[in-house]
Nanobody, 117 residues
Framework: QVQLVESGGGVVQAGGSLRLSCAAS????????MGWFRQAPGKGRDFLAA????????YVKDSVSTRFTISRDNAKNTVYLQMNSLKSEDTAVYYC??????????WGQGTQVTVSS
């Protein structure tokens, strides 16, 4: 059974940083692309970043590309989202996903990020 478990969320002041982690299990991690999404209160799920199975291809949404970085460690079965210069509008539940590039079939349960101004 595939499981994705996010961690690293919390409350941070505006301008601060957080690194989210997503630990995967249940299938060969290095075979699949990974993505990060977020959902703010009252809004739909929003794509943020993706990384290919070997890390050779990365895409980060323009609106966060100067502040957010995606990376992965296949030896640890973990994908990361480094978030810097956080703003109040970054407050959301953050999800990781696993699957083919832009077609994800497994999702984590999410981790809450709250940015206080």
């Amino acid at each position: 059974q595939v499981q994705l478990v996010e961690s690293g969320g919390g409350v941070v002041q505006a301008g601060g940083s957080l690194r989210l982690s997503c630990a995967a299990s249940g299938r060969t991690f290095s075979t699949y692309a990974m993505g990060w999404f977020r959902q703010a209160p009252g809004k739909g799920r929003d794509f943020l970043a993706a990384i290919s199975n070997d890390g050779g291809r990365i895409y980060v949404k323009d609106s966060v590309s100067t502040r957010f970085t995606i990376s992965r460690d296949n030896a640890k079965n973990t994908v990361y989202l480094q978030m810097n210069s956080l703003k109040s509008e970054d407050t959301a539940v953050y999800y990781c996903a696993s699957g083919e590039w832009s077609r994800y079939d497994y999702w984590g349960q999410g981790t809450q990020v709250t940015v206080s101004s």
